[in-house]
């Protein structure tokens, strides 16, 4: 019923009676078309649709197990991980051994060919002169042949 005939049908039983009783009886009445009110069985069905989408305890307590189970799988991995970060770092520790000692082999190996090359200098150098002397005739030819 509207709101306009509710009206008229209050108006008209204050006319006909006092004022507790008419509201009473627009009390009794339904405010609203009964195709429109809601019933408890309609209420329980929709509560219960509803609250079916939130976890219950036992939901929540399978979620914590399987969080826990999972975090100990993440942890053996990481377990994991960290034994093998241990075993390159062990393998970076030699090949830096290994690096320094060919860095010192290195330098060892360029004086050494530093002292080869000064040593055939002046090989070359102790040849040479005197030839070059002879040519330049400042010693005589047989001291350099003798």
Do not use: N
Not at 37 to 59: I, Q
Not at 68 to 87: E, I, M, P, Q, W
């Amino acid at each position: 019923m509207s709101e306009e005939i509710r009206s008229g049908i209050y108006a008209w039983l204050r006319e006909q009676t006092d004022e507790q009783r008419a509201e009473y009886l627009m009390s009794c009445l339904a405010p609203a078309p009964l195709s429109d009110l809601v019933t408890k069985d309609f209420l329980t069905a929709e509560l219960s649709r509803e609250l079916s989408r939130f976890a219950t305890k036992d939901d929540l307590a399978k979620l914590e197990a399987k969080v826990d189970r999972l975090g100990s799988k993440v942890d053996t991995k990481v377990d994991g991980l960290d034994a093998r970060v241990t075993d390159l770092e062990t393998a970076v520790a030699k090949l830096d051994t290994k690096v320094d000692g060919l860095a010192a082999q290195r330098d060892e190996d360029s004086k050494a060919q530093r002292v080869r090359h000064y040593w055939l200098v002046g090989i070359g150098v102790s040849i040479m002169v005197p030839i070059w002397l002879s040519v330049a005739g400042v010693i005589g030819a047989g001291s350099v042949i003798g």
